[in-house]
């Protein structure tokens, strides 16, 4: 079984920057697709990054130019690096972990990211 623990978060003003890191901890993590949601006024959740194991990243236009997403697979750790960020963005994050080959959706528990104006 998959396991996800993120860290990181908290609350900055606005334009200011914070990073997000979630360990996986199982096995064949290349093996996954890994991402970023946050949960809509809808009460769905939406992608807001998300990375291939070959480095192939997309990103919300929301987020676009200001939010990297990237994966280091010595650490079997995913990272969002926040930048300029804005009210808007105040949300909880899922790391989120897809298997390529079974489709099966792995959450984490969700950190707070509040961004003050």
């Known amino acids: 079984q998959v396991q996800l623990v993120e860290s990181g978060g908290g609350l900055v003003q606005a334009g200011g920057s914070l990073t997000l890191s979630c360990v996986y901890y199982?096995?064949?993590?290349?093996?996954?697709?890994m991402g970023w949601y946050r949960q809509a006024p809808g009460k769905h959740y939406d992608i807001v990054a998300r990375?291939?194991?070959?480095?192939?990243?997309n990103y919300a236009d929301s987020v676009k130019g200001r939010f990297t997403i990237s994966r280091d697979h010595a650490k079997s750790t995913v990272y969002l690096q926040m930048n300029n960020l804005k009210p808007e963005d105040t949300d909880v994050y899922y790391c989120?972990?897809?298997?390529?080959?079974?489709?099966?959706?792995?959450w984490g528990q969700g950190i707070q990211v509040t961004v003050s104006s």
């Open positions: 989120n972990a897809m298997d390529m080959i079974t489709t099966t959706d792995y």
């Open positions: 199982g096995r064949s993590f290349s093996n996954y697709v």
């Open positions: 990375i291939s194991s070959g480095g192939s990243t």
